[in-house]
C-alpha cells in the first residue's frame, strides 16, 4: 500500500539533545512537508522541499533541519537550539499541484 | 500572503442535526481550498478540495463544501451529523502557481451529542 510512514511515533528525548524523525513515502510525490501542531495553532510549515536536493524554510524553521537525499526521505533534526521542541510533528507529501497533501500518523515529540 | 480563517474553536451538534464549519480565506487570486480532517493522535486526512469549474465539491463521509468567491468562503457542511464525524477539522488554502503550499487554519474541533 502506498503511503507515508513517519517513525517513531512517541520520542522522548532529554534537554539539550539532537533528536531526528524519519518520514518515508512510497507514493512517487516530488513535494515534501514537515508542520509542527500545538494545541490550538493548527498547523505550522517548518521546511518543504520541493525536489530532491533542495529545501526551503518555513514559517518556523528556527532550531531544525532537514535533507532531502533521496525522493523518498525528508528526515528533520529538532536541534537542541529548538526553544520548545515538545509538540506533535506531521511529515507529508503531495503532486505539484494542486498540493492536496498526504500526511503520516506523527510523531510525538517529548523533551523533559 | 494568503490567510486562513476558521472562526471559533470547538463546536457542538446533536446526532443527526447540520453541521456547519466555517472557513473564510484571504487571497488575491482564487485559490485552490481544501478541507482536512484528523482524529486524536493521528495525521491529517483530506475530506474534498477545489480547483477548479464547479464550485460545489463532494467529498468523503458525506461533506461537501461549496466555493463562494464573492464571500471569499469554503464552508464544509453534512446534512445529518454521526458520532463518528466528531474530529478536529481544518480549512487550507494554496496558490495556483507552481511550487505552492498550503497554510492552514486554526481548526475547529467537532463534537457530536447523542
Known sequence: ?112 | AQSVTQLGSHVSVSEGALVLLRCNYSSSVPPYLFWYVQYPNQGLQLLLKYTTGATLVKGINGFEAEFKKSETSFHLTKPSAHMSDAAEYFCAVSDTGANSKLTFGKGITLSVRP
Not at chain 1, 512517487?28 to 525536489?51: K, T
Not at chain 1, 533541519?65 to 533534526?77: G, N, Y
Not at chain 1, 520548545?84 to 497533501?101: G, I, R
Open chain 1, 1 to 112: 500500500d502506498g503511503g507515508i510512514t513517519q517513525s517513531p511515533k512517541y520520542l522522548f528525548r532529554k534537554e539539550g539533545q539532537n533528536v531526528t524523525l524519519s518520514c518515508e513515502q512510497n507514493l512517487n510525490h516530488d513535494a515534501m512537508y514537515w508542520y509542527r501542531q500545538d494545541p490550538g495553532q493548527g498547523l505550522r510549515l517548518i521546511y518543504y522541499s520541493q525536489i530532491v536536493n533542495d529545501f526551503q524554510k518555513g514559517d518556523i524553521a528556527e532550531g531544525y533541519s532537514v535533507s532531502r537525499e533521496k525522493k523518498e526521505s525528508f528526515p528533520l533534526t529538532v536541534t537542541s537550539a529548538q526553544k520548545n521542541p515538545t509538540a506533535f510533528y506531521l511529515c507529508a507529501s503531495s503532486v505539484q499541484l494542486p498540493p492536496a497533501a498526504f500526511f503520516g500518523q506523527g510523531t510525538r515529540l517529548t523533551v523533559v
